[in-house]
């Protein structure tokens, strides 16, 4: 069958400056520049990764997006319809990467935070220290003190495994296997150079990250690859995966031909084996059926750890962290619909799930109702693109915020979405040793570090303007939000004020 999609990008070169140093051939992983007499480039192949353009020493490669003359359609758009075109060639499902990319209205973007004035002064953060350290963990209900034989004040409240974050920002779950141990070890290396943790997703942990278990979460999903009690206790924190927010109610795969030695021993699979995930967890089926495994989990951990659940974002998500709370969950970790992932059908990614916004201050109103706010923390992802971003989730109710495809972006990433190909330009999202060496660790490492210290004086700033000195000052004051041009039943959903209004 011959094609008939046309290509998305062209890629232009200016001839005139080209040197033919064959740079961009060498750099392209997607097959796209071609040398002949000269680099000739195959426009189809184009994914628009910029890394020819990025490497090329004379400036000479130029990337635009293909505007062909479609007629006029509002309903039917020229990526409608090359996608029918698409699967009128193959038969199958389309698959992408990273997050949903539809015009939907940003609700953060239609937040705005409250400054103070006179009567409550701000704070300038140069000069006055600033608290962005916050715990995860269930909390208690009251503290009790006692006092010994001489006279010194102690605490007698036992209180639950903690887990420290000096910046209240988290690197999200990317497995083993939809990014490289490159990417791993950068991740991991800046969690501890900024007192932060690091979710391994759910591939395993490989031998080398041994050494960060301090600051890693570990992932429970329902493959169970490279679950062992050994791979529990080498962390800081358990996560039990139930939803993904940028595929609710699908599973995982990935291909066998990524299914390497390395994975294949982190794994605990045979080598060139698809690594499949079920939809469910096969042994949960109800809130009775997640507390065992919750339970299970503490005990295998000796009760030191904190045991969080991670849920999609979906419209009764509300009274489902209800019940993971009463369940015994020490965190809730809910993933917006604009959460990125490795690999997902187009159609799930694209129409399944709500906005993070109204599902965390859904899930933050309906604890507080219930009175069991203080029994879990409360951990929010699905694309935080900016330190505004953080402060307003906080605001809403999240004690912290995690980052994904800000943190891939950090590294190099330039959302082409082409992650599920394993031809990443950038050695993140692949498995070719050619393509992993791209990704030095430590610069990897030193820009995600870069960009948490630069949030993290952001953070301090907006603090500053709102008159407080701590971030947990901050938590689940929706006093100091105000929206603008939001309905009133986005703005009632929100529980935040219009702009303009109130004193």
Known sequence: MVSQIPPEFIVKIDYDTCRRCRRCVMNCSFGCMQFKDRVVPDHVKCVACHR???????????ITKNELAYKDSANWLPETRQNILKQAETGGILLTGMGNPRPYQILWDHMLI???????????PLREPMELRTFLGRKPNRLEFTRDGNDEIELSTELQPQVKLDVPIVFAAMSYGAISLNAHRAL????????TLMNTGEGGIHKDLHSYADNIIVQVASGRFGVT????NTSAMVEIKIGQ?????IGGHLPGEKVGEEISKTRMIPVGTDALSPA??????SIEDLSQLIYAIKEATDYTKPVAVKISAVHNVAAIASGIVRAGADVVTIDGFRGGTGAAPMVIRDNVGIPIELALAAVDQRLRDEGIRNNASILCAGSIRNSGDVAKAI????????IGTAALVAMGCRVCQKCYTGNCAWGIATQKPELVR???????????????????????????????NSIESLRGSRERLRGIDLDEQTLKLLGIKPAGIGQ
């Not at 020819?52 to 130029?62: G, K, L, N």
């Not at 009690?229 to 529990?232: G, P």
């Not at 605001?395 to 995690?402: P, S």
């Open 395 to 402: 605001a809403l109710g999240a004690d912290a915020v995690i």
């Open 114 to 124: 409250d400054a103070c004035q006179v009567t409550n002064p701000s704070i300038d």
């Open 438 to 468: 791209r990704l030095d660790p430590q610069v990897g490492a030193e820009r995600l570090s870069n960009l948490l210290t630069a949030w993290g004086y952001e953070l301090q700033e907006i603090l500053g303007s709102l008159g407080v």
């Open 188 to 195: 991991a290396m800046a969690a501890k150079n900024s007192g």
């Open 229 to 232: 009690s050994e791979y529990l």
């Open 245 to 249: 927010g940028a595929k609710p109610g």
């Open 280 to 285: 469910p967890h096969h042994d949960i089926y």
């Open 52 to 62: 020819c353009v990025t490497f090329c020493p004379e400036s000479a490669i130029s």
